[in-house]
């Protein structure tokens, strides 16, 4: 029912002003308290159907009055109800009277009176509006809006068993798999086809995005799946899905799989100055209108990617970025950020749990969601920003502000130390911050032209603690960090956090969401680890794909000599320096060397500059452009000689592809381990606490895994011949040799 009304009943301008609206408890307490008022015989969520030729419609009507006569939907509230858009209560009333047209036809009644209920769920109060229908005139309106929809829905019928056909007989757009990628293949059909979960460790050059993609299309129709959902860490991530399904394409004509590739609002936006409704943006003015025919010419050429969503939405004068969010319904593949399944108001995981969706998730270089999952579900309030606010705030804000304020005061005072981690979140802190939350709720929806940047911000921040605040537990830190004077005195400023250390707790449910999940990535070891970490359902499978190179393509070093530990690493400049220069002059070309941190790098380099000028260095800096980054890259040629320097861990430890001599050997100074510090030191008190693995889950694996990927740059394809020097006497423990990938050769020392 829902999806009928949206399709054709919505109409108007897109709105995306921030108007404060009902929390799902509040809505569902406001549901309760209209019909709590009503009389005893007052029936509630009364599930109805009905059927118009192929078009079968399903939902849940909120209340029946049968003395009244009088079916009724309830909308909660915020704010003033007259200042709310008119194509909201156009959509509203098409949704009551499509309820009560299904109640005609189950009760026989003539006619019915239907009721939209407003119910504030600040005052409380109840704004009633009731019109009375005919049977027939209720049945007109209904099947008005079924026959919009059917060509529609004749079109997406038609589609899906024209998809399902074709791909039934896909073929593989290569005459043979790469060594390794059968397997790989294989094994994603098959959790597809039972269901199951998998993380799977494959070497570059094995073809994985295609090798993922084409099984899980190849399963689409014996699967009875929905959508692939493609979601990377990085841009260049996304371009090599789409890549992967215009190869298929190309080699399949007349393939329909209609690909979506999903971009932020900051990226989709073409009119980053104005606001986002029809009163400011000229794109926003009249979406609704427009968006049928939009997204009619979008779905027909089947490659939706960025620049073609561009164009049409142009050609169509609708928003980009809300073009493809529509889009998304009606794509059979999806191509975006991690965020858009996994984080706390995800697009996609959205659609998936409220249209039921079978889906199939492809996570690419799975080793980057640990850090990025803590992200999602991390938040900060920093109490300098909040003071900088408090100072601005409209005076009606003030009260509950400046409780807040003595709140966080009182937790200030009774820290003495720079950082602190407490067991539970000071209940009166989480009391007074709810308050503020509601009463700027209210100010909000009162004044819904307000637009103080500082509130708003803090506001948003405040909602993220909140909610994180909700589900607190083992699975995250909250701890309290204060500024430090120059004279090493505390400032009453400090920043209050919730910081995941383990994601499990709210990835869990999306990976239980989707019928099938792939993680892969060159760095998936010890699967242990990334199972505790992620929270990977029970029957989830480690695979690990042979590598399709060969020992014989690489060698690897190890300079036992070298420390590179922080006490130590001073004197580790200058044997470093030589050993470079020394596989430098061996061999002349080019090499990458990976150092802990910038401060280590900008030493390591000035040295080796004043003793070998002849070599040529050049080297990452602290703050690079996406064009600096490019060139960066692009300056590693088939001609070119010299030594980059780089930041293990940063752009250039992954994502990059230097085949042939544009790269033959890499240098890590360093175990990539994270840095020593207060936070890390308390994460891995927590992991001990957890899986009694503390400094392996906080330190080691996550710093093998930075360098297996960097020193993974060497070796791209079959044809490649390079050199890998590690340098640090620990690469020869036996605990640091297990985690190296087992196609590599034994270290030569």
Request: with cysteine.
């Amino acid at each position: 029912m829902r999806t009928l009304c949206e399709l054709t009943a919505k109409t108007g301008s897109l709105d995306q002003r921030f108007t404060p609206s009902p929390t799902a408890i509040e809505g569902m307490l406001g549901h309760l308290a209209v019909a709590y008022r009503r009389e005893h015989y007052y029936q509630t969520e009364i599930t109805l159907t009905g059927e118009y030729q192929n078009i079968f419609v399903r939902g849940r009507a909120d209340g029946y009055d049968p003395e009244l006569n009088q079916l009724e939907e309830v909308k909660t509230y915020k704010g003033h109800l007259d200042r709310m858009p008119e194509n909201h209560r156009l959509l509203h009333w098409a949704q009551a009277k499509v309820y009560a047209h299904l109640m005609c036809m189950e009760k026989e009644l003539p006619s019915i009176n239907v009721a939209l209920v407003y119910y504030n769920v600040t005052s409380k109060e109840e704004t009633l509006l009731v019109e009375e229908y005919s049977a027939d005139t209720l049945q007109a309106f209904f099947e008005s809006l079924c026959g919009k929809l059917l060509v529609w829905a004749e079109q997406e019928l038609a589609h899906r068993a024209s998809r399902n056909s074709e791909l039934s007989s896909l073929n593989f757009p290569y005459p043979e798999f790469r060594t390794g990628q059968r397997v790989l293949a294989e094994s994603v059909y098959k959790s597809a086809m039972k269901q199951r979960h998998q993380l799977i460790q494959a070497t570059t050059g094995i073809g994985k995005t295609l090798g993922t993609i084409f099984p899980l299309l190849k399963a689409m129709p014996e699967a009875k799946l929905d959508k692939v959902f493609f979601l990377t860490a990085k841009s260049s991530g996304r371009e090599l899905g789409l890549n992967a399904v215009r190869t298929i394409q190309k080699t399949n004509p007349g393939l329909p799989i209609r690909t979506l590739e999903l971009t932020s609002r900051e990226k989709s936006c073409e009119h980053p100055d104005k606001s986002c409704h029809g009163e400011s943006c000229p794109l926003a003015n009249g979406f609704y209108d427009r968006l049928p025919k939009a997204r009619n010419e979008a779905l027909k050429l089947n490659m939706m990617d960025k620049s073609t969503i561009r164009k049409i939405a142009l050609k169509h004068q609708v928003c980009p970025y809300y073009l493809s969010q529509d889009l998304a319904n009606w794509s059979d593949v999806v191509v975006g950020d991690y965020n858009y399944y996994f984080d706390l108001h995800a697009l996609l995981y959205a659609g998936t749990v409220l249209n039921e969706w079978k889906v199939s998730v492809l996570v690419d270089e799975a080793h980057n969601m640990i850090e990025r999952s803590r992200k999602m579900y991390s938040a900060e309030l920093n109490y300098g920003a909040f003071n900088e606010m408090l100072a601005q705030a409209p005076k009606s804000l003030k009260g509950v502000l400046e409780k807040l304020n003595i709140s966080w005061i009182v937790l200030n005072r009774s820290q003495t130390v720079r950082y602190e981690v407490y067991a539970y979140i000071p209940e009166e802190f989480e009391d007074a911050l709810q308050r503020v939350i509601s009463k700027i709720t209210d100010y909000l929806a009162e004044y819904p032209t307000f637009n103080d940047a500082n509130v708003l911000n803090f506001y948003f921040d405040a909602l993220q603690f909140s909610t994180l605040a909700e589900s607190f537990g083992d699975h995250s830190l909250f701890d309290i960090t204060k500024t430090e004077t120059s004279v090493g005195l505390f400032q009453q400023d400090a920043t209050l956090c919730i910081r995941n250390v383990i994601p499990a707790k709210h990835l869990t449910p999306r990976f239980q969401a989707a019928n099938s999940n792939t993680l892969f990535s060159a760095t998936l070891s010890p699967s242990s680890f990334f199972n505790d970490m992620l929270g990977m359902p029970e029957n989830t499978s480690f695979v690990d794909v042979e590598s399709p190179f060969d020992a014989r393509q690489l060698k690897v070093k190890v300079a036992r000599h070298i420390s590179t530990r922080f006490k130590e690493r001073h004197s580790s400049h200058e044997p470093i320096v030589h050993l470079v220069a020394k596989q430098f002059m061996e061999r002349p070309g080019n090499y990458i060397l990976f150092l802990s941190s910038f401060d280590y790098l900008n030493d390591v380099q000035s040295l080796f500059n004043s003793i070998y000028p002849h070599i040529p260095t050049r080297s990452q800096l602290r703050v690079m452009s996406e064009m600096d980054k490019q060139q960066f890259v692009n300056d590693f040629t088939l001609t070119s000689e010299g030594i980059a320097f780089a930041v293990l861990g940063g752009s250039f430890g992954e994502a990059i592809d230097l085949t042939g001599d544009r790269l033959i050997g890499a240098f890590i100074a360093t175990l990539g381990l994270p840095q020593l510090n207060d936070v890390n030191e308390q994460m891995r008190l927590r992991m001990e606490k957890i899986f009694g693995l503390g400094y392996e889950y906080t330190y080691l694996y996550p710093g093998l895994q930075k360098v297996v990927q960097a020193a993974g740059r060497v070796i791209r394809t079959t044809n490649d011949i390079g050199v890998i020097h590690l340098m640090d006497d620990r690469y020869n423990q036996s605990k640091i040799k297990k985690l190296l990938p087992k196609w590599w050769p034994s270290p030569d020392r």
